[in-house]
T-cell receptor, first 110, second 115 residues
Framework: QKEVEQNSGPLSVPEGAIASLNCTYS??????FFWYRQYSGKSPELIMS????GDKEDGRFTAQLNKASQYVSLLIRDSQPSDSATYLC??????????FGKGTMLLVSP | DTEVTQTPKHLVMGMTNKKSLKCEQH?????MYWYKQKAKKPPELMFV???????INESVPSRFSPECPNSSLLNLHLHALQPEDSALYLC??????????????FGSGTRLTVV
């Protein structure tokens, strides 16, 4: 059974702080890793993808992958109230469809 | 603007109605998907259409019926739905189902209410 685990939150951070979102996965052969942002009532939006160990930065977002520990994280620097959303971690083993975690709700207070 | 277009955005239907959800992708992707999402839950895969082959999640009731007229269109036909089928229905597409690269691009969804 492929599993992707996330803390459901909510994770509360003040405006301007760093938000750290974490995800673990069970399928050691997984190849592709994604973070989606979903505002309430809206569809998921892909914000980061990562395929190899290490860090990948895009603006205020940094994705980190550690395949040995089966761990992927998303850091959001200078958090803004508009970042308040549910963040879904998704993992693709390369031979099947995406497996989603249950999502972490992030609340950024002004 | 999303490159995966879903219509309608909202749908209210009775339990005896027949309706269809439509999805079109303009990205040249070879795989398309239907997901169902209930409030505060992750998306749940219903159907995959990849390289002209349909894969079905066997837990999906037969009152949901997918149709793929061509590689850029994916419809979902609805018949005799139940109130518990009320949810956000999401269409997605990806470049390649087997490699997993590139992630999925989601449409804006159809908010379905069954009365």
């Amino acid at each position: 059974q492929k599993e992707v685990e996330q803390n459901s939150g909510p994770l509360s951070v003040p405006e301007g702080a760093i938000a750290s979102l974490n995800c673990t996965y069970s399928d050691r052969g997984s190849q592709s890793f994604f973070w989606y942002r979903q505002y309430s009532g809206k569809s998921p939006e892909l914000i980061m993808s990562i395929y190899s160990n290490g860090d990948k930065e895009d603006g205020r977002f940094t994705a980190q992958l550690n395949k040995a520990s089966q761990y992927v994280s998303l850091l959001i620097r200078d958090s803004q109230p508009s970042d308040s959303a549910t963040y879904l971690c998704a993992v693709n083993p390369g031979y099947s469809t995406l497996t989603f975690g249950k999502g972490t709700m992030l609340l950024v207070s002004p | 603007d999303t490159e995966v277009t879903q219509t309608p955005k909202h749908l209210v239907m009775g339990m005896t109605n027949k309706k269809s959800l439509k999805c079109e992708q303009h990205m040249g992707h070879r795989a398309m998907y239907w997901y169902k999402q209930k409030a505060k839950k992750p998306p749940e895969l219903m159907f995959v259409y990849s390289y002209e082959k349909l894969s079905i999640n066997e837990s999906v009731p037969s009152r949901f019926s997918p149709e793929c007229p061509n590689s850029s269109l994916l419809n979902l036909h609805l018949h005799a739905l139940q109130p518990e089928d009320s949810a956000l229905y999401l269409c997605a597409s990806s470049q390649d189902h087997s490699t997993g690269r590139g992630g999925y691009t989601f449409g804006s969804g159809t908010r379905l209410t069954v009365v």
